[in-house]
């Protein structure tokens, strides 16, 4: 297998005594589009600024392209972390050459990008006239400049109109088709669920799980179930090999399962134990039960 894009291993970092995150592991593949879903605080941008050089980490390290991280490798991320400073009584056209100066790169894509975000009919109006959704796309093609090959965004949605969010999120997933790896940090699960191939889960800095979108989506089987004798089957239930978790939820007990076992051996582990299950209820559990349960523990 090639080298990863992105080896993050181990990150710690502390704000005074404010522990903002712990042994943050994470590999990305080329054209992964990856996810960080966390909670405000969770410690997101803590991680994006790592990997941008803005911040320095107590512990753990990364290598971009399998290498330590030097200038030529960073050439080869675009980053949107902060809202960009743009001149407001310059054309889009014109600040996007700025940001090639800046890079170092020619003025070849300036047109490309600005049509790649939509901005083409606009790109000579000033930039103090633009919407803050065409003020966002503005964004975007600014880290597209240079054609990178990897995408670091920062909750590129933030503040906008559904509609300006659809347009960033189609964006997102046509600049991904071409192959760009990105990465990118959210809060919204609904932003990562649509537009994700990769998801790491964070809370409180810690990563509480990663992997593809649908595995994740897939790995826990959730079923609910009730009995005469609720004490009894709860302790029936938390000494079942297959379940992973067990926890009472309004009338009923709701169980999380290592493994894919289907509602008749279920019904029949408990029969075997004298219990009889009057409710039986199974389903793969979504994204989002997986993130609202994880973090509830
Ligand atoms: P997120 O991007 O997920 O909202 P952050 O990485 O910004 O999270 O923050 C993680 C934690 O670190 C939070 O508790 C935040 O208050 C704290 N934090 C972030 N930046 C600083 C800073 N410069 N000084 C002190 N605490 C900070
Ligand atoms: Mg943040």
Not at 127 to 154: F, H
Not at 245 to 272: M, Q
């Amino acid at each position: 297998m090639n080298n990863p894009v992105l080896e993050i291993q181990h990150l710690s970092k502390s704000y005074g005594h404010i522990r903002a995150l712990s042994d943050f592991s994470l590999e990305i593949h080329k054209g992964d589009v990856v996810g960080i879903l966390g909670p405000n605080g969770s410690g997101k941008t803590t991680i994006l600024g790592i990997l941008l050089d803005v911040l320095k980490p107590d512990a753990g390290g990364y290598l971009w392209f399998g290498k330590e991280p030097v200038s030529s490798s960073r050439k080869k991320i675009g980053a949107l972390l902060e809202q960009p400073l743009f001149y407001p009584y310059l054309s889009a056209v014109k600040n996007l050459k700025i940001v090639a100066d800046i890079k170092g790169v020619s003025y070849n894509s300036v047109d490309e990008v600005l049509e790649t975000v939509g901005l083409t009919d606009r790109k000579n109006g000033k930039y103090k006239t633009y919407s803050l959704g065409m003020k966002q796309r503005l964004a975007v093609a600014a880290t597209l400049i240079g054609n990178p090959e990897v995408l670091i965004l920062d909750e590129p949605t933030n503040g906008l109109d559904p509609k300006s969010i659809a347009l960033i999120r189609d964006l997102i997933a046509d600049v991904a088709s071409k192959g760009v790896t990105v990465l990118l940090a959210s809060h919204l699960l609904d932003e990562v669920q649509k537009i994700c191939s990769h998801v790491a889960i964070l809370d409180k800095g810690v990563s509480l799980h990663a992997g593809r979108v649908e595995e994740v989506l897939n790995s826990a089987l959730r079923v609910e179930i009730k009995a005469e004798d609720m004490e009894a089957l709860y302790k029936i239930a938390v000494e079942l090999a297959f379940v992973s978790e067990c926890r009472k939820e309004k009338d009923g007990l709701v169980l999380l399962l290592k493994e894919d076992i289907n509602t008749a051996e279920i019904n029949k582990s408990f029969a075997d134990r004298g219990i009889y299950l009057t409710y039986l209820s199974a389903g793969k559990r979504s994204l989002e039960s997986y993130f609202l349960d994880l973090l509830k523990e």
